[in-house]
């Protein structure tokens, strides 16, 4: 098998998955049913990639799996695929989501319709990360909108409208910006080079440009990114969206799509245009850093346990944020992991938060005391999930902020410092929380709440143990990541030192 | 050696991991025995390592377990360095945690959540030995952060009374920002370095330049603020009480607590870079020891006092430390344990006979109910008070000793704390064993009961220990000491030695200031109804140092948060966002009324602009 | 006889005036598409003077496309008027604002 059909299969898989779930209509929970298996094939796949491209190790480049078709030449697009380090764990945590997210919301299996937008979320986001150009990054990031604005507007909450309508304005209106930085990219690269118009990212990464250039293609890079991840002050769309979502929807949006953002942040923002870096560090930097404040001390008011992890997700971005914008490999390779550990650690979150909310059809903090009572199990579970959000050594969340904390350290001191007061954030937070809804005597509803059952721990045990190993063990991940974060940074760096 | 030393944490881990999978179907005496039977293998294994580091060529060895995170310059191994300093902790450590495990097997028996307590216990000393015995920065954070967690959930341990859970959370929020300082101090070294190995630092420590040095000795000393509870984050402490009496014996006063000291001991090199950061942890210590004592003397609960006192002693410690008497904050450290421990699980017994009442003014008389008991907590006593011989005299005199010579201010003020040490315990004792009885209402007419072998075996060879404890480090045993075989270790000492006569002097004045506390004790303390006025409410409560953290930081930062939730949040970020669309709307609103319908408005308005058009073109070509 | 351009001008500037002030004071509908027309027709006769003048015959051809485009114009004119003179009784277009925003 020619190593550039696994994405190829990647990308495919889902997208029959979605029309034989749609097919399958008539029968229920048949759907639901080709949904999973669809879903297990993706992961198997996923992981396949990834363990061959340990073989590909000793090849120069750290670009896999790599091929290039141009579909239409005139407008320069084509399909152009590849992996390195970094969309590798991207790819893993896109089929890891989506199999979680099915599993954990069994009680939609009479929906053809959603687990066929889910399936085709997949495929959209999966294309996102793989794609080599940024032309077809560009329509599947634009993709992702239709199924998860169809998943939050007609699964969601009492607010579901409003909240979809918010995601798709925000989202759309900062795209405006990443379609006009490309396009204007693209052209540029055409003036200067001649010969037909490309977005390949190779091509584009040579193209010169002026200080002045750089800065607005990033600023407009970032508005897109930012709104996606999202960044301080671009994420208030998000509290609302995860909260008015329907668990899977609120999976796959903190868990996935918000990787996009940083994800973009990183190989297209940062890796294309390492001349603006001198002059955004500081401002991007600060923004993350506010991020990690802000969030912290909103997820402390909150009333309710998703928005919690809404914010809770506007700090973890902040830490992303800031490792992606250090410029230290360190740093770097700990933002990437933070990326993945994130995705994990919220599906977690949410997963439990689900479980809870279809007990008790509520999500609000003050309705809960005393679960550990009735309830040990989650309570265990959940305890694990929030640990390693705090960042506990030896748990998968502490590898990657420190990482980000000890290299952004190297590269900016102060900002490292004052992010550094997250852990404490961190902690108040999601204790606080924990304190609230755990601790206590159970009494009336609360004291009956059953506890996980074993299908929900079994959902739950991968997000386990992918926290715990990812933490004790995390070198097989750290040797794939690293080569391709280095290749990166040894191409900014030169640009980052002239000022 | 190294696969030796691998076992003392490995046996702790076994037991927590066993009884966490299969614990379900074990008893209760199943439980405790592995619990027990797996500390008490790794205090034999210590003794084991112990003897093969006096034996061996060299003092510094390292144990490589295996490669845990390795990006670009960043290399740390999950790897042990086994050494004087390392192998003491272990020691200490697993030898008074297989003491509490064996209490416990009684003390916690019929406990719903007897399993889940094991866990816990066994989990800790795991932590704690990874901290003592890792041989780098990172690993040690390991371990530094999984005391703390377990303490948290010992703490919160009857997670149902709201008190348990809330001192739990403030425990961990307090060592958090405590760990705070200990990452800013890895970033320091790591930056400047290039390595957290320890011995990697130690090599490169006298390249730091004086300021770097004294952020980071700053850094750690905020590090070790929050594990030890030193002042300003020592209010955790009392609240963690909160938890099982052998908890707050083993975790909040024998071993977690110490940790901070451990550390600051452990990068003597890197504050030996630094006097004025020295001078800043001699001054906390001091202070703290002292402000912890004042509260001591008027708390009702027993576990309270005995909580301030372990704020108070620990005080000592990092005094000692500041002053560069390592050897001596290390031999205070365990004779400490050996006494506050014995305290801790002698007030458990009297707790446990009394039927779970903490407050002293409802005990009294106790001597006779409790016969073994009785004895032993008076030889925990005497020690804390520095009565010669026992073990609390040395230790304290020791560093006394050094303080003097380097601070005759800091000094008077250890004084004045060793009297006060003296006056609290002695209060304790006649409130609790001395005196009329009390307890009538909380027995209902019964006697209290000694307890079980279990629990007082524990007691009786701690009882020994503190007596003779002294012995480890007597001031004329110059080398085959605690001191002389720490000493290397530290590879820089402050502290010179005291001419004998001097040493002496100074011995007669500590014992002074115990009699002297312990005289008026006794004679405030004879009649409890006449004594209530040498209670002081600001001391009782705290000095009121946590309404004041609570006016100064906690509300204004909640109030904060709220405000950005309520304003920040809708109106300006959001409102940013709306504003734009309602602008667009606004602006469209004032341009329909433009669009009259009449076809003349059009007409006029297109020959005005054609007009406009015109003379701006004649006014440009003419 | 040689009559000078400027008055074909100023004739064209008058019937242009004209047909403005018509346009802008007349209520019917039907005289204010017949000013349109003599503003039209000043600007044809406008082209015509400057393509005599300038010696180029692309001026004429350019009034050809006007009058189609004016023929054009007033059949659809009219038809509307028609339609409106149907529905209201009056071709007053002070009557007409319907397209007020």
Redesign the interface.
């Given at each position: 098998m020619h190593s550039s059909l696994w994405l190829a299969a990647l990308l495919a898989v889902p997208l029959v998955g979605a029309l034989v779930a749609l097919l399958s209509t008539k029968t229920e929970g048949r759907s639901y049913l080709a949904a999973v298996v669809t879903a297990s094939v993706e992961m198997a796949l996923s992981l396949v990639v990834a363990l061959l491209y340990n073989n590909h190790l000793a090849k120069a480049s750290t670009y896999d799996f790599y091929s290039r078709h141009v579909l239409a030449a005139p407008f320069g697009l084509a399909y152009d695929v590849g992996v390195d380090g970094i969309s590798l764990l991207m790819v893993v945590l896109t089929s890891l989501v989506v199999l979680l997210a099915l599993l954990g919301s069994r009680e939609r299996r009479h929906e053809p319709a959603f687990v066929g937008w889910l399936l085709l979320l997949t495929t959209f986001t999966m294309g996102s990360f793989v794609s080599h150009d940024l032309l077809e990054f560009f329509i599947f990031f634009e993709l992702t909108l239709i199924p998860s604005y169809f998943i939050i507007g007609q699964w969601g909450g009492a607010e579901r409208a409003r909240a979809a309508l918010k995601f798709f304005i925000y989202t759309f209106g900062g795209s405006a910006f990443l379609f006009v930085g490309i396009m204007y990219l693209g052209f540029l690269h055409q003036h200067e080079a001649g010969g037909p118009l490309t977005f390949a990212y190779g091509a584009l990464s040579t193209t010169t440009m002026t200080h002045g250039t750089a800065v607005w293609i990033f600023i407009a890079f970032a508005i897109a990114f930012g709104v996606k991840a999202p960044i301080w002050p671009l994420h208030t769309w998000s509290p609302l969206a995860y909260a008015e979502a329907p668990i899977a929807g609120t999976i796959e949006l903190s868990a996935i799509l918000a990787k996009l953002g940083t994800y973009g942040l990183l190989r297209f923002a940062v890796g294309l245009l390492p001349l603006a870096l001198a002059d955004v560090r500081p401002v991007v930097l600060t923004l993350g850093v506010i991020g990690i404040l802000y969030g912290s001390a909103l997820a402390c008011v909150t009333p309710d346990l998703k928005r919690l992890v809404a914010y809770s997700s506007v700090a973890q971005m902040g830490f992303i944020v800031v490792g992606v914008m250090s410029g230290s490999t360190i740093a770097t390779v700990g933002a990437v992991l933070l990326m993945f550990n994130h995705g994990v650690i919220t599906i977690g979150f949410f997963l439990i938060i689900g479980f809870i909310e279809q007990r008790r059809g509520s999500i609000l903090v003050r309705d809960f005391t005393g679960l550990q009572g009735p309830a040990p199990v989650m309570a265990a579970l959940f305890t694990v999930v929030m640990l390693a959000s705090i960042g506990l050594p030896g748990l998968s969340g502490f590898v990657s902020e420190y990482f980000i904390l000890i290299g952004t350290f190297a590269t900016h001191a102060w900002w490292s410092v004052v992010a550094s007061t997250g852990v404490v954030g961190a902690a108040l937070y999601l204790l606080w929380a924990y304190q609230r809804v755990f601790h206590g005597r159970a009494e009336g509803a609360n004291a009956q709440l059953p506890d996980a059952t074993t299908r929900e721990r079994w959902v739950l045990v991968p997000v386990v143990v992918l926290i715990i190993v990812l933490g004790v063990f995390p070198q097989p991940v750290l040797d794939r990541v690293t080569p391709s974060v280095q290749e990166l940074i040894q191409h900014i760096a030169p640009a980052g030192l002239n000022k | 050696m190294g696969h030796v030393a691998t076992l003392i944490v490995l046996f702790p881990l076994l037991g927590f991991l066993l009884v966490l999978l299969n614990g379900r179907n074990m008893s209760e005496r199943q439980i405790g025995a592995i619990g027990t039977g797996a500390v008490t293998a790794s205090f034999v294994v210590s003794v084991i390592c112990f003897f093969l580091l006096l034996h061996h060529s060299s003092r510094e060895v390292t144990v490589h377990l295996f490669g845990w995170l390795n990006v670009g310059t960043l290399h740390v191994p999950a790897a042990l360095l086994v050494d004087p300093l390392s192998i003491t902790m272990s020691l200490f450590v697993t030898g008074i945690s297989a003491l509490i495990h064996l209490y416990s097997m009684a003390y916690m028996h019929g406990e719903k959540d007897y399993r889940k307590f094991f866990i816990y216990m066994n989990l800790f000393v795991f932590s704690m030995l990874v901290l003592v015995l890792a041989n780098n920065l990172v690993f040690t954070f390991v371990g530094w952060e999984g005391v703390g967690l377990c303490s948290y959930w010992l703490i919160s341990y009857y997670f149902d009374r709201d008190s348990a859970a809330s001192a739990g959370q403030k425990a961990f929020i307090y060592n958090r920002i405590g760990d705070f300082g200990l990452l800013i101090a890895m970033f320091l070294l790591f930056s400047r370095t290039g390595t957290l190995t320890y011995l990697g630092i130690f090599a490169r420590a006298g390249t730091l330049s004086p300021t770097i040095a004294t952020l980071t000795v700053l850094a750690l000393l905020l590090g070790a603020t929050g594990k030890s509870a030193q002042i300003p984050l020592f209010n955790w402490l009392p609240d963690a009480m909160e938890g099982p009496t052998p908890v707050s014996a083993l975790i909040h006063a024998a071993t977690m607590v110490t940790a901070g000291v451990y550390l600051l001991v452990r990068m003597s090199p890197v504050l030996a870079m630094s006097s004025s950061g020295r001078m800043s942890i001699a001054v906390i210590g001091g202070v703290t020891a002292f402000v912890a004592a004042t509260v001591a003397t008027s708390q009702k609960d027993i576990k309270k006092v005995l909580a301030f006192s372990t704020v108070s002693q620990i005080g000592y410690m990092v005094l000692a430390v500041g002053v560069g008497a390592y050897s001596a904050a290390i031999f205070l450290m365990i004779s400490h344990a050996f006494f506050k421990a014995l305290l801790f699980l002698g007030s458990g017994s009297i707790i446990h006979a009394l039927n779970g009442e903490q407050n002293m003014r409802l005990m009294g008389g106790l001597q006779k109910f409790l016969p073994l008991t009785f004895p032993t907590f008076l030889v925990g006593w005497l020690a804390i008070s520095g009565i010669p011989p026992f073990a609390g005299f040395w230790s304290k005199g020791d560093v006394l000793t050094n303080v003097f010579e380097h601070n005759k201010l800091l000094w008077a003020l250890g004084l004045l704390t060793a009297i006060l040490t003296a006056y609290y315990m002695t209060r304790l004792f006649v409130l609790t064993f001395r005196g009329n009885e009390r307890f009538g209402e909380v027995m209902n007419g019964h006697d209290p009961h000694e307890s079980p072998w279990v629990m007082t075996t524990p007691l009786i060879i701690l009882a020994i220990l503190s007596a003779v404890g002294g012995v480890m480090d007597l001031p004329w045993l110059h080398h085959d000491s605690l001191a002389g075989f720490l000493e290397p270790t530290f590879g820089y000492v402050v502290a010179g030695h005291a001419s004998t006569a001097a040493q002496f002097g100074l011995a007669l004045v500590d014992t002074a200031a115990a009699v002297i506390g312990l005289l008026a004790a006794f004679s405030i303390w004879r009649s409890i109804s006449s004594s209530s006025r040498y209670e002081s409410s600001f001391l009782e409560n705290v000095w009121h140092w946590d309404d004041f953290y609570d006016a100064t930081i906690g509300r204004p930062l909640t109030r904060g948060a709220q405000f950005a939730d309520d304003v920040i949040e809708p109106k300006v970020i959001d409102g940013a966002v709306s504003g734009v669309a309602v602008g667009l709307r606004r602006s469209g609103e004032g341009?329909?009324?433009?669009?009259?319908?009449?076809?003349?408005h059009y007409?006029?308005a297109t020959?005005l602009g054609v007009a406009v058009i015109v003379v701006y073109l004649v006014a440009r070509v003419g | 006889m040689n009559v000078p351009a400027a008055w074909y001008l100023v004739l064209a500037a008058i019937l242009f005036g004209i047909g403005?002030f018509g346009?802008?004071t007349r209520r019917s509908a039907l005289i204010?598409l017949m000013c349109l027309e003599l503003m039209l027709n000043a600007a044809n006769l406008t082209f015509v003077t400057f393509s005599r003048t300038l010696s180029d015959i692309s001026g004429q051809a350019i009034v050809f496309f006007v009058m189609v485009v004016a023929a054009a114009e007033v059949t659809v004119g009219l038809g509307i008027v028609v339609a409106i003179f149907r529905r209201r009784s009056s071709t007053s277009?002070?009557d007409?604002?319907?397209?007020?925003?």
């Open positions: - | 341009l329909r009324k433009v669009q009259s319908g009449f076809v003349r007409a006029l020959l | 403005a346009l802008l204010m277009v002070d007409l604002s319907e397209l007020k925003g």
